[in-house]
């Protein structure tokens, strides 16, 4: 009869210590595959231990299928074909591209992230506070697939308030990010359409597009914006732009070329996806009025984001549907559970309620005109002044600068690497390659301080 | 020459109220399309206004359109097609499936979501104070495309300690909800691929395979679990399953078949999905050893979640994914922002790393096990005890009851709901009608306090 010995087991209970032993057993082959197991009663006189022990044991193998039962005949092992074998291959760091970390560059003009500091620590601790203290309950509460209702009543007051537009919280749908509600745009709208993104443009968002398994075409940008005679050659269903600020280039789509848009998208199923992702950063002038609030014809789809003015690490994005697609919505994607927390939708919602995201919007206007008008100070000052061209483009988190230098595109961006200072050129948000303007670089200052963006532009400034 | 009265003019800004003022009139047709503006130093003269103002006036309404200027010209009234006319018919609430909101039942039986009374605030908020005050920079660091690397630390010691599986932080990546997740591996295994999902089951799996455009078939559940041969049949490339818990039928696959599966997966690109939904609330034995743990052909993804063991409305779940598929998303869809947000990430890790978790999860099993046992007592002792059957399940949170009753099925689940007990007849989880028990309903109990579930008993008692 089997026998063990007890004399290695820890602190785990006897019969979980003899399920392991007999399990393995059984997979080392020990046990052979049909051999009956010893009776009980037999089994715990012979080991010294209680019949329930056995049992116990004997239970938890049947659990986990090591063990089958015959009635009135006992337990045998079961048929275990292979031994267990532990793959022992982890993944080195090295094969891995991991975005984001830690910063690795004396100036980073490539990212468009916002300024960390700027972040409402005190507040939003504050306001997160009082929540997981006085109103656990509805924290506890599954929100509708779009989210929190006061926070989408919130979002649409300010949307009224801001933006002029006049929308309802149910047409409010809340996400983990621009990206997220992106995908499942393509599953509302459908992945048999043709997804328009304009070149240049964020490289980013046609990705996605693709990735959700959708089609997806280039458009050019002209001079002036978009050309509709452009976009009908594209055969595109659906267009993604971000009419009061394009990226990289900078420039808005005027009010007549967006009724041609407009006029666009009223014929066949059309949809037009106002990304306006950083309207409210604007630092001249007021704010264009959105493509969505001029559309009669529900063509339109507004998204934007709290990753840009309040922190990239809080995914908060949202869309406004126009009203037959938000039928379509609770049809077909209310199944969905809203992606983001219960704790954060809330102290947002305060957060905007309360006002203190405008305050928090003016302070962040305030700074980032501050640190342009500086960073363009020095770079008017330094060599880059003469040897370069800051291009005139509309207010917002970046700007373009054309250098003139006779080592090229590749060599300048290579070299300002190599010393700690990462820029991108123009060129580089071209998907179709040939047209780009060359010797021209899109220059973010969001996210660095200003003595970071000094030094930047100093070693640039030196190499050219 | 135009004239504006001023009188009517609120708080804000001279240009910003002229602007306006020249903007309803080109809106209105007042000012035709190509009608040159007067200079801006006449317009000043006449208004009565500095020259300033009107050039601000003037490069607002060209920044939005309204306005084109010729070089040496002047400035002049744009195009615009039509009136705007803005659209006034909101989505009416009665029109909308909002999922989720406050509860209108005295017993729900059909939801599985977690206690909410059992989530860990005091411990929650002085972790989350704690980041607030001390970790500021890390919270403000974009983490990379899979999440924070301490948090898929602090798992992966969790899975190894607890799970026995040995997996590295980079094979673990962090999502807002599994729903999220699975939209993912879509992008990541391919649309062109077929996923089967167990029937009956979760319905909301099959919904996310389709809506993400994915091919989707059912793979009915017998006796003993999934027969591969079966699955042969449907032609699937992809098995959803949850090996350890099926949910509703509560059974779990033997280790035998779990061999076959695995065989299965390893005869061509084909994968399995573990999803563990549940496994960590398990009140009877230990958890049983993972499909992944026993997997020596990378064939299988581990998908788990925080929605069930500390709060469906904190959106963390996560995937852990064999070698080859970790190169795989880093090569295709690092490009994605991770969903979750770093403030909440930071908190679980610690909460999981200081031992929190493990407690927790102590206190929840405990208190559904002292739940379940004082739920099955007053069903037996209720008329339910003899009408009724509690059909032997595994331990999870949920059971199924037999009733015989000559009510038949549906009479008596809509006589209960009109009574405000909601229950769910197993029969409504088969997507494939015909083969299906009767008069079986599935009893979910986690959400619910002992009294509810004792009103709720006695109401359907009196139904029977």
Chains 1, 2 share one sequence.
Not at 18 to 33: M, Q, V, Y
Not at 168 to 173: L, N, R, V
Not at 314 to 322: A, G
Not at 349 to 363: M, P, Q
Request: with cysteine; hydrophobic share 35%; aromatic share 12%.
């Amino acid at each position: 009869m089997l026998t063990y010995s007890f004399e290695e087991k820890g602190p785990e209970p006897l019969y979980v210590y003899l399920a392991h032993c007999i399990k393995n057993d059984i997979i080392s082959g020990t046990i052979r595959p049909g051999e009956k197991l010893p009776s009980k009663r037999a089994f715990a006189k012979n080991l010294g231990l209680s019949v329930i022990t056995i049992e116990n044991a004997y239970g938890q193998l049947l659990d986990e299928g090591y063990l089958y039962s015959v009635e009135k005949s006992g337990y045998f092992a079961a048929d275990v074909k292979e031994n267990i074998r532990k793959k022992k291959t982890p993944v080195g760091e090295e094969n891995l591209v991991l975005t984001g970390g830690r910063r690795q560059y004396i100036c980073d003009f490539s990212s468009n992230a916002i300024e960390p500091s700027l972040f409402p620590f005190s507040v939003w601790s504050r306001l997160l506070r009082d929540e997981l203290s006085k109103d656990r309950d509805r924290l506890m509460e599954t929100p509708p697939a779009g989210g929190v209702y006061y926070f989408r009543e919130a979002i649409a007051s300010y949307l009224r308030e801001f933006r002029n537009m006049d929308v309802t919280p149910q047409q409010i749908i809340i996400g983990g990010g621009t990206e997220y509600l992106l995908g499942l745009l393509v599953q509302l709208l459908g992945f048999q359409k043709t997804y328009a993104v304009t070149d240049p443009g964020f490289e980013k968002i046609g990705k996605i597009y693709e990735s959700c398994g959708a089609v997806c075409r280039f458009l050019p940008v002209e001079e002036g914006g978009i050309s509709v005679s452009a976009l009908l050659k594209t055969g595109a269903d659906v267009l993604h732009i971000s009419p009061s600020h394009h990226y990289p280039l900078g420039s808005r789509i005027s009010l007549s070329r967006r009724y041609e848009l407009l006029s666009w998208a009223a014929e066949g199923d059309r949809f037009l996806i106002e990304d306006d992702y950083d309207s409210e950063m604007r630092t001249e002038g007021r704010p264009l009025p959105t493509l969505f609030s001029i559309d009669a014809g529900s063509r339109v789809i507004y998204m934007n984001t709290f990753t840009k003015t309040l922190a990239s690490t809080i995914r908060i994005s949202y869309m406004v549907l126009p009203e037959p697609l938000v039928r379509l919505f609770y049809d077909r994607l209310s199944f969905y559970a809203c992606t983001v927390s219960n704790f954060e939708q809330y102290t947002l919602a305060r957060f905007l309620d309360e006002g203190y995201f405008e305050k928090h919007l003016n302070r962040c206007r305030t700074y980032y005109k501050k640190k342009r008008e500086a960073l363009e100070e020095v770079i008017l000052k330094s060599r880059l002044g003469k040897k370069g061209e800051l291009l005139k483009t509309e207010a917002g988190l970046h700007f373009l600068l054309k250098i003139y230098s006779k080592k090229g595109e590749e060599r300048l961006t290579a070299e300002a690497l190599e010393k700690g200072v990462k820029i991108v050129p123009l060129s580089a948000f071209y998907h179709c390659k040939g047209d780009e303007e060359e010797n021209v670089w899109v220059l973010n200052y969001s996210c660095e301080k200003e003595e970071a963006l000094r030094k930047g532009v100093e070693i640039l400034s030196n190499l050219v």
